[in-house]
């Protein structure tokens, strides 16, 4: 199983330019989150999907937008980078909470965004 | 919004020791759950805890659910080079739903062979 797919896996951009990170899951999962990663601060939510059709803010959500595209895919895009959006982009899903007690994620192995 | 302390920051150990770490929290947590991030890579989940004073142990790592919900800490016994990584504290509040996961900063864990 591919699990997290998430492209590309090396990206840099100039300030100002826009791009869209794709992300993928055939695990069948709900829910499915974008997170970022920066040294010192941890995992931080940006947005995230509780279902098909349905989209909520994290934390950072300024200088984002996501779009729930199918269950399968989340993808994030970044309209106008800035160079405090250089990070390391995780996506990461779930399975049904309704489902079991299993409510762990399952991550992609990330994205590395620098913009100049 | 929430937060997860995570403590240490990092660690430098020798090939063999026990490693501890834990976590912290202002708000009551209902799951409990530990992730190991390797370098260049996603983190991937070692252990997860949903009751009050639940002990875990997953091979050498074991974590417990602290009584209060407002804890939490995972040991790794007699460490390895392949310990070597980031590992990250995350927390829910809600029992049923789609909260998302609060995540600590992370224990950056080097062993010394």
């Known amino acids: 199983n591919a699990g997290v797919t998430q492209t590309p896996k090396f990206q840099v951009l100039k300030t100002g330019q826009s791009m869209t990170l794709q992300c993928a899951q055939d695990?069948?999962?709900?829910?499915m989150y974008w997170y970022r990663q920066d040294p010192g601060m941890g995992l931080r939510l940006i947005y995230y999907?509780?279902?098909?059709?349905?989209?909520d803010k994290g934390e950072v959500p300024n200088g984002y937008n996501v779009s729930r595209l199918n269950k399968r895919e989340f993808s994030l895009r970044l309209e106008s980078a800035a160079p405090s959006q250089t990070s390391v982009y995780f996506c990461?899903?779930?399975?049904?909470?309704?489902?079991?007690?299993?409510?762990?994620?399952?991550f992609g192995s990330g994205t590395r965004l620098t913009v100049v | 919004g929430q937060q997860l302390n995570q403590s240490p920051q990092s660690m430098f150990i020798q090939e063999g020791e026990d490693v501890s770490m834990n976590c912290t929290s202002s708000?009551?947590?209902?799951?409990w759950l530990w992730y190991k991030q390797d370098p260049g890579e996603g983190p991937v989940l070692l252990i997860a805890?949903?009751?009050?004073?639940e002990l875990t142990s997953n091979g050498r790592l074991t974590a417990q659910f602290g009584i209060t919900r407002k804890d939490s800490f995972l040991n790794i016994s007699a460490s390895i080079p392949s310990d070597v990584g980031i590992y990250f504290c995350?927390?829910?509040?809600?029992?049923?739903?789609?909260?998302?996961?609060?995540f600590g900063k992370g224990t950056r864990l080097s062993v010394i062979a």
């Open positions: 995350a927390g829910r509040i809600g029992v049923v739903g789609n909260t998302p996961l609060v």
């Open positions: 708000s009551i947590f209902n799951t």
């Open positions: 990461a899903s779930r399975v049904n909470p309704a489902v079991g007690s299993n409510s762990g994620y399952t």
């Open positions: 805890l949903y009751k009050a004073g």
């Open positions: 695990m069948n999962h709900n829910s």
């Open positions: 999907s509780a279902s098909e059709g349905t989209t």
